[in-house]
């Protein structure tokens, strides 16, 4: 499989390929582990721990399907998100972690596991047209748009989180 999806089916395998051992990793790490900062955050030299990891993927899928739901209802869209740009993605990372401090782990994988099968339910329900069709974003199409906030990271998130728990979970 090509590494940047072209249609339908190769977004849907690229985030349910990644995705399932994303959470086999999440699962490895013990609940007591899971706060310690240790991982490299979004922004330059801040250390954030598994959980803020987790929070991080259920900030920017949630995105997505705000950014969908509000086109799809002819609404303006401020995109990354209202108060933030394009250059402050550090920032919004720590907005993200913040919204979710106070949730347990397993809180945090529930609801990362119910977002990405809404992106899914998302993905099902368009055709390899309104994906890829035409530019959805700026030059990106939808498709582009969804892989680039929830796949993308997940691979990124899962080298992290691997890491930690090579260092940290013995």
């Given amino acids: 499989?090509?590494?940047?999806?072209?249609?339908?089916?190769?977004?849907?395998?690229?985030?349910?390929?990644?995705f399932p051992k994303l959470m086999?990793?999440?699962?490895?790490?013990?609940?007591d582990s899971s706060r310690i900062?240790?991982?490299?955050?979004?922004?330059?030299?801040?250390?954030?721990?598994?959980?803020?990891?987790?929070?991080?993927l259920i900030g920017w899928a949630t995105l997505v399907l705000k950014w969908h739901r509000l086109t799809a209802q002819n609404h303006n869209v401020d995109f990354?998100?209202?108060?933030?740009?394009?250059?402050?993605?550090?920032?919004?990372a720590q907005h993200f972690q913040s919204n979710y401090r106070d949730w347990s782990y397993d809180a945090l994988l529930i609801e990362l596991e119910a977002t990405i099968a809404e992106v899914n339910g998302l993905i099902d329900n368009q055709s390899d047209d309104e994906l890829y069709g035409n530019a959805w974003y700026e030059k990106?199409?939808?498709?582009?748009?969804?892989?680039?906030?929830?796949?993308?990271?997940?691979?990124?998130?899962?080298?992290?989180?691997?890491?930690?728990?090579?260092?940290?979970?013995?």
């Avoid at 090509?2 to 395998?13: E, G, M, R, T």
């Avoid at 990354?80 to 919004?92: A, D, F, I, V």
């Fill in 37 to 56: 900062c240790a991982i490299d955050g979004n922004v330059k030299g801040t250390k954030v721990s598994v959980c803020d990891t987790v929070a991080y």
């Fill in 140 to 170: 990106h199409t939808l498709g582009r748009m969804i892989q680039f906030n929830t796949s993308s990271p997940m691979k990124n998130v899962r080298s992290k989180v691997r890491r930690f728990i090579r260092e940290h979970c013995k």
């Fill in 80 to 92: 990354p998100e209202t108060g933030y740009k394009w250059n402050q993605l550090g920032l919004l």
């Fill in 1 to 18: 499989m090509s590494s940047v999806p072209k249609d339908k089916q190769q977004l849907l395998d690229a985030i349910n390929t990644i």
């Fill in 24 to 31: 086999a990793d999440y699962r490895a790490v013990p609940v």
